[in-house]
């Protein structure tokens, strides 16, 4: 097993969540203690936990602790409140579907004709119960994708999708990291992701800081580095994948696969189960949240980049479609296409 994550956790006494503040990495590293309902939203939606299973993870925790801040209330005002708290939550971000998914894990045990204490006792257990299997799953996805590697292969991989978005190594960064810590040598293009820049800012710094040979670079010289030859697979992680394979990841992510086609380069998605969404049928139904325009002006640069007021168009998301994609890599096994049969297999 691997370490214990710290990115996402319970406070001793169960009525906060402790989280690692994303967005002042890799100057800075500050842990935040969240308590309301606002500061949990205002945590996911501003990125300061992001990742879709560590948003899935952190969204569980959240629950819990609400839950744990209010023993006095009695059933059935107390269900009507916690789902009240669910679906606040889940409106903060609409692209990772982790997020609904863990929600909904809670809620469910609202079901359950239990006395107030132990439901809360089960809530907590829910919680730490979906971080312990993503650290299982994270450990699954990364065996299964470094068996895609060989020694020596060059891998280009897009936005952040290691240990900080997951709890343990990652999913689509997952074999970067298991490589690194067994010995086996990769070389590492690491995207730099506009506007947010968690590739340069997360996924550069944690491969650094597991010893492994990462070389950053601009999202525009992605064409460049494969022409070279340089590159041998790509591998991504995702907020969502839809019954028929297209996958929603970080915007950039779908023109990474048009150039690995290109280039006749494998490009594999690597993540959880409970990022696969059977009713959603194909790319065109994943909602792709829309962001500020302040974050492609300014967010991130001691002086603007661009001139104040203008127009921004800013989907954090973009949808690659199932066709460009090689492999759906889950903590259950490798999905090949088609995937509609493949993916809707897993949860036979
Ligand atoms: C294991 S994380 C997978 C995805 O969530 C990741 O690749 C991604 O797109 C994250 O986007 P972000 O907006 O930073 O939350």
């Known amino acids: 097993m691997a370490d214990l994550p710290e990115n996402v956790r ?31 939203y205002e945590a996911i939606h501003a990125l300061r936990v992001r990742g879709a299973p560590a948003i899935g993870v952190c969204a569980g925790m959240c629950l819990s602790a609400l839950a744990h801040q209010r023993p006095q209330l009695e059933r059935p005002a107390f269900d009507a409140w916690l789902r009240e708290q669910a679906d606040y939550l889940a409106s903060s971000r609409p692209t990772a579907v982790n997020l609904s998914w863990a929600l909904r894990r809670m809620t469910a045990l609202l079901e359950l004709p ?20 993503d650290i299982a799953m994270c450990e699954n996805i990364s065996r299964y994708g470094l068996s895609l590697l060989h020694p020596g292969d060059g891998v280009l991989t897009h936005c952040n999708a290691g240990p900080l978005a997951t709890s343990c190594y990652g999913t689509g960064q997952g074999p970067l ?37 990462v070389t950053l670079i601009c999202d525009n010289m992605a064409s460049l580095v494969m022409k070279n030859g340089w590159v041998q697979a790509c591998m991504v992680g995702c907020d969502r994948v839809a019954a028929n394979g297209d996958t929603a ?3 950039g992510t779908s023109g990474v696969a048009i150039l690995a086609r290109h280039y006749g380069i494998p490009f594999y998605v690597l993540g959880p189960t409970s990022t696969i969404d059977l009713n959603c049928p194909d790319g065109d139904h994943i909602p792709i949240e829309q962001r500020d325009g302040e974050e492609i002006r300014s967010l991130f640069y001691r002086e603007p980049q661009a001139p104040a007021g203008v127009k921004c168009f800013n ?30 297999a897993l949860f036979e």
């Open 10 to 40: 319970l406070t001793p006494d169960g009525t906060g969540v402790i989280i690692l503040d994303q967005t002042q990495l890799p100057t800075r590293k500050v842990f935040l203690t969240l308590k309301t309902p606002e500061e949990m």
């Open 114 to 133: 239990l006395p107030l204490p132990e439901l809360l006792d089960r809530l907590e257990a829910e919680a730490t119960a979906i971080q312990a299997e």
């Open 177 to 213: 990291h298991l490589a690194a810590r067994e010995g086996f040598p990769l070389k590492i293009f690491a995207d730099e992701t506009r506007p947010l820049l968690q590739g340069a800012r997360l996924t550069a710094y944690e491969l650094q800081q597991a010893g492994a040979d």
């Open 249 to 251: 990841n970080k915007i």
């Open 315 to 344: 989907p954090a998301f973009d949808v690659t479609d199932h066709t460009l994609i090689t492999a759906i890599i889950t903590e259950k096994g490798i999905c090949r296409p088609p995937y509609t049969q493949s993916l809707a």
